[in-house]
C-alpha cells in the first residue's frame, strides 16, 4: 500500500485495491461500489474495524453465497499492521488458526498474491502477453497434463462462459405484439378508453424457457483427472439455470444437485466431495443408471431433459444389462448426449466392450477433454432439441 | 348430498369418518388430515401414483357434505384456466349495445363490463366463494405437473386465500376452504410451498389394509381369491420393477378378475390380465415365466392345496 500525506487519500487507495481483490476472487463488484464503500466509510467511525467490516460488506456482497469470500477477503486484505494494530486490539479475532482453511480461501489467497505482481508496469505487460498465448495453448490443453495454475485459469474460464438458454416451447403465454394468439382481454380493456371502438389487437405469443439438464458425471478413477473441472462446468451450468440436476456416480450413484446449487464454486465443490462415498473408485454404469432410472428418471427427466452423460465408458462388468438402461435412459429424454474425454485421441475408436454397447443408444457423441470441446459442448446446447432431429454417433465420433 | 356436518374432533373421528365413506387411512394420514382440517393448513400428500392421495379428497367432501372443486393441473395450467376469465364475447356485445343506445359514459361503460356477470370463475376462485354447504374441499391435484410459475401464483392464494382481479377488485374466502394438493414427484416442489402446507407422504398399505380396501372396493370378491390378488400385489412390490402397481391398480385387477370368474389365481389368469397391474412393457417381460410361477407361489402359498 502506497504511503500517502492525507488519511482519505490512504482510505480510497485501499478501498480500490480491496474492491480490485473481490473482483480478483468473483464478486461482481462495480465501480460504483467502490465510490458508495468510501462515501459510506466517511460517515462512520472507521477506527472500529467491525463497524468497517460491516460497512464494506453491506456495499460489496449482494448475494448470500459470496459472504464467506468477502469475510476471507477482509480479513486478509486489512491485516494486522501498523496503522490497524491498536485498533485491532479491542476487537476478539476468531480463533481461525487450527481449523483448516475453508475452501474458498486459497482463491483469496491467489487473487491478494495477483494483486502484487501487478505492482510495476513492466510485470503487468509481461503478463498480458503471457495470458494471450496461454489462452491459445489453453484452449487446445488436455485437461489431464494442466498444472494447478492451468486448471485455475480454465476454471475461471468456465466460469466466465455464457450459457445459451436452449429454447423450449411451453404451454404458458405473455404479451407479445408479434404473438399467434389474440389478447381478448387486454383489447377489450384497450376498448374501452376508445369508448368502445377496438383500435388495437393485443397478441400473446408462447412463452420459451431453457430445457432442464441433467448431467450424470463419472467420477471413477480413470476420469479423476477430469472430475474436477467438469464439476466446476455443472456448477456454472447449475448457477446459471434453473432447472439442472446433476448426479455423480462411480459405484453408486449420488444427487448433488442441492450441493452445487447457490453456492459459491469451492464450497460447492467440498460439498459435492463430502457427498460421494466412492470418490475415485471403480466404475459400475450399468448399475448406476439403474438406480437413476428407476429412482429419478420420472422425477427428473419428466419436463423434456437433455442428459449430459459424462463417462469415459470404461465398465468392467459388460452386459446386456448396460444396453438395457442405456437404451430406457434413451427413451426417457429429449436428447442424450454423451460427453467422453478419451475422444481426445484422433484414432480413437469404440473397442471396449461397454462403448459399443452404449454407443447405439445416444444422441450425440462428443469428447470433453479441453476448454475448446467445453465451448463446443455449449454451442451444442443451444442447437435446437427437438426430439427426432439425431445425429449419428459416428459422423459425431 | 349429505347435510353438511361438523369437523371431526379428535383423530379416531377423522378415521371413523374417513371408514364410513370407504377409505381406510392409515392413522398417520388420518392425523394430518385431522390437523389441517383443525389448523386451517392445506394438506400437501406426495406419494407414488395410484396409492389413494385424490380418493382422500373425495372422501372427505363426502363425509363432511362440502363440495368438491378439482383442480387438474397440467403443464401450461395459467390464471385464465385456473382462477378466472373475462367472456370477451359477451362484454364485446355489451360495448356494441350501449353504442347503439347512444350511451357514451366511458367509465360506467368499463365499470359495467368488468361485473361479475360477465367473469368466468375457474376452480380456484370458486373456492374462495362461500357455500351453503360450507366451505369446499379444494383438491390440487397433481401440482407436479404444473410449472413452477404456477406454484408461485399458488403461493399467494393458498397464505392468504384471496385473489385480486385488476378490474374488480380482490375476492377474499369468508371462512378459507379445505385445501388437499397432491403430487406424483415427478419434479419436486418447491419448499416455499411445502412450508405452508402439512407434508404427508402417502405409502403403499400394508397387506392387511389392502385386504380391507379390495373387500370394500370389490363387491362379491370371494375371501380365498381377495387374499390371493393382495398377497400377489404385495409380492410384486418386492420385485425390482420400474413401476410398481399401486392400490388402485389392485383394486382394478380384482375387479378384472371378479368379472373372468376367476376362483383362484393360475399362470394363466394371471399372465392374461397382468396388463391391469403393470403399464411397462419391460416389466411385464421380467414377469413371464419362471418369476410368475414363483411369484403366484409365493402368493397362492399355504392357501393353494
Redesign the interface.
Known amino acids: 500500500m502506497p504511503d500517502s500525506t492525507t488519511a482519505k487519500g490512504q482510505i480510497a487507495d485501499n478501498i480500490v485495491g480491496f474492491a480490485r481483490a473481490l473482483r480478483a476472487a468473483g464478486l461482481p463488484v462495480g465501480p460504483g461500489a467502490v465510490i458508495d464503500a468510501v462515501s459510506a466509510l466517511r460517515l462512520i467511525d472507521i477506527g472500529n474495524r467491525r463497524d468497517v467490516f460491516a460497512t464494506l460488506q453491506s456495499v460489496f456482497v449482494t448475494r448470500h453465497e459470496h459472504m464467506l469470500i468477502f469475510a476471507q477477503a477482509f480479513d486478509l486484505f486489512f491485516r494486522i499492521d501498523d496503522d490497524w494494530q491498536h485498533m485491532l486490539d479491542s476487537v476478539p479475532l476468531p480463533d481461525q488458526a487450527r481449523k483448516p482453511p475453508p475452501p474458498a480461501a486459497r482463491r483469496v489467497q491467489e487473487a491478494l498474491s495477483q494483486r502484487e505482481t501487478m505492482q510495476s508496469k513492466d510485470s503487468v505487460e509481461q503478463d498480458v502477453q503471457l495470458s494471450v498465448s496461454d489462452q491459445e495453448v489453453l484452449q487446445k490443453k488436455d485437461f489431464a497434463q494442466m498444472s494447478a495454475a492451468e486448471i485455475a485459469e480454465v476454471s475461471r474460464a468456465i466460469a466466465r462462459m455464457q450459457l445459451p438458454q436452449a429454447e423450449l416451447r411451453?404451454?404458458?403465454?405473455l404479451p407479445d405484439a408479434k404473438g399467434q394468439r389474440l389478447d381478448?382481454?387486454r383489447?377489450?380493456?384497450g376498448?374501452?378508453?376508445t369508448?368502445?371502438d377496438i383500435v388495437k389487437l393485443h397478441r400473446l405469443g408462447r412463452i420459451d424457457k431453457p430445457a432442464p439438464i441433467v448431467a450424470l458425471l463419472d467420477i471413477s478413477g480413470s476420469m479423476s483427472d477430469y472430475t474436477r473441472l467438469f464439476l466446476q462446468f455443472l456448477h456454472a451450468v447449475t448457477d446459471a439455470r434453473?432447472r439442472v440436476s446433476v448426479f455423480l456416480f462411480g459405484t453408486r450413484l449420488t444427487n448433488v444437485t442441492r450441493s452445487l446449487r447457490a453456492r459459491d464454486p469451492d464450497e460447492a465443490l467440498a460439498a459435492c466431495t463430502a457427498a460421494v462415498e466412492d470418490w475415485s473408485g471403480g466404475t459400475r454404469i450399468a448399475t448406476s443408471l439403474h438406480s437413476f432410472?428407476?429412482l429419478w428418471g420420472?422425477?427428473?427427466l419428466?419436463?423434456g431433459a437433455i442428459v449430459l452423460l459424462i463417462s469415459d465408458g470404461l465398465e468392467r462388468e459388460v452386459d446386456e444389462r448396460l444396453t438395457?438402461e442405456m437404451d430406457?435412459l434413451h427413451r426417457s429424454c429429449r436428447r442424450l448426449i454423451w460427453l467422453n474425454p478419451l475422444l481426445r485421441y484422433e484414432g480413437f475408436q469404440a473397442k471396449a466392450q461397454g462403448i459399443k454397447l452404449m454407443l447405439p443408444h445416444v444422441d450425440e457423441f462428443r469428447p470433453v477433454h479441453n476448454l475448446k470441446s467445453i465451448e463446443g459442448l455449449i454451442s451444442a446446447l443451444s442447437a435446437p432439441t427437438e426430439k427426432g432431429h439425431r445425429f449419428s454417433p459416428k459422423s459425431a465420433a | 348430498m349429505n347435510a353438511p356436518s361438523a369437523l371431526p374432533g379428535s383423530v379416531d373421528a377423522t378415521l371413523a369418518l374417513l371408514t364410513k365413506q370407504g377409505y381406510l387411512a392409515e392413522r398417520a394420514l388420518a392425523t394430518v388430515t385431522f390437523l389441517s382440517l383443525r389448523m386451517g393448513r392445506p394438506l400437501f400428500l406426495e406419494g407414488e401414483a395410484g396409492v389413494g392421495k385424490t380418493e382422500i379428497a373425495k372422501a372427505l367432501s363426502a363425509a363432511l357434505g362440502r363440495s368438491l372443486i378439482r383442480l387438474q393441473c397440467y403443464e401450461g395450467l395459467d390464471v385464465a384456466s385456473a382462477v378466472y376469465e373475462w367472456n370477451s364475447a359477451a362484454q364485446m356485445i355489451a360495448i356494441r349495445l350501449a353504442e347503439a343506445t347512444g350511451d357514451t359514459d366511458r367509465e360506467r361503460l368499463s365499470h359495467d363490463i368488468f361485473a361479475e356477470q360477465y367473469m368466468i370463475k375457474r376452480p380456484l376462485l370458486r373456492a374462495l366463494e362461500p357455500d351453503a354447504a360450507g366451505p369446499p374441499v379444494l383438491l390440487i391435484d397433481e401440482l407436479d405437473r404444473a410449472d413452477e410459475a404456477f406454484e408461485a401464483y399458488l403461493l399467494e392464494i393458498l397464505s392468504d386465500f384471496q385473489v385480486t382481479i385488476p378490474e374488480f377488485g380482490t375476492v377474499r374466502a369468508a371462512q378459507p376452504p379445505i385445501v388437499i394438493l397432491t403430487s406424483n414427484r415427478t419434479r419436486e416442489i418447491h419448499d416455499a410451498l411445502k412450508r405452508r402446507c402439512l407434508y404427508h407422504w402417502v405409502d403403499y398399505p400394508s397387506a392387511e389394509r389392502e385386504l380391507a380396501i379390495v373387500k370394500s372396493r370389490v363387491p362379491g370378491i370371494s375371501a380365498k381369491l381377495s387374499e390371493q390378488v393382495v398377497g400377489f400385489v404385495q409380492a410384486l412390490r418386492d420385485q425390482d420393477l420400474f413401476k410398481v402397481p399401486g392400490v388402485a391398480e389392485t383394486i382394478d385387477w380384482a375387479t378384472a378378475l371378479t368379472q373372468l370368474d376367476a376362483r383362484t389365481l393360475t399362470p394363466q389368469v394371471v399372465g392374461d390380465t397382468l396388463g391391469a397391474l403393470l403399464k411397462y412393457q419391460d416389466d411385464i417381460a421380467r414377469m413371464q415365466g419362471d418369476t410368475l410361477q414363483k411369484t403366484i407361489k409365493e402368493a397362492v402359498g399355504d392357501q393353494a392345496s
Open positions: 411451453t404451454r404458458r403465454f381478448l382481454r383489447t377489450l380493456r376498448s374501452l378508453r369508448g368502445g434453473k432410472n428407476k420420472r422425477r427428473v419428466s419436463q438395457f430406457r
